[in-house]
Nanobody
Framework: QVQLVESGGGLVQAGASLRLSCAAS????????MGWFRQAPGKEREFVAA????????AYADSAKGRFTISRDNAKNTVYLQMNNMKPEDTAVYYC????????????????????WGQGTQVTVSS
């Protein structure tokens, strides 16, 4: 069983930056494909960014391209989401997700492809 714990959320003004972290339990983090999703009030959960276990292949939703960067530190069992130039429409609960034993270059953009989820961290962007 993999446990994921997100942190770094908060309240910021439009144009500010935040870095979310997701710490994973277990000794096989380097074998996990990782992703970030978000869910705004009254909306379905949506894909934000994903990264392969190799760190060489990221993927972003159109809304995140050019503003968000996903990265991972396998030595720290942690994946990050750096969010810059934030907008009010980025307001949501952000979830970290993991798929175990993924292919080395596998990047997963659908929530149904993930095995494990964190509890979420709230991000609020004021205008």
């Amino acid at each position: 069983q993999v446990q994921l714990v997100e942190s770094g959320g908060g309240l910021v003004q439009a144009g500010a930056s935040l870095r979310l972290s997701c710490a994973a339990s277990g000794r096989t983090f380097s074998s996990y494909a990782m992703g970030w999703f978000r869910q705004a009030p009254g909306k379905e959960r949506e894909f934000v960014a994903a990264i392969s276990r190799s760190t060489g292949v990221p993927a972003y939703a159109d809304s995140a391209k050019g503003r968000f960067t996903i990265s991972r530190d396998n030595a720290k069992n942690t994946v990050y989401l750096q969010m810059n130039n934030m907008k009010p429409e980025d307001t949501a609960v952000y979830y970290c997700a993991a798929k175990g034993l993924s292919d080395i270059m596998e990047v997963l953009t659908s929530d149904g492809q993930y095995d494990y989820w964190g509890q979420g961290t709230q991000v609020t962007v004021s205008s």
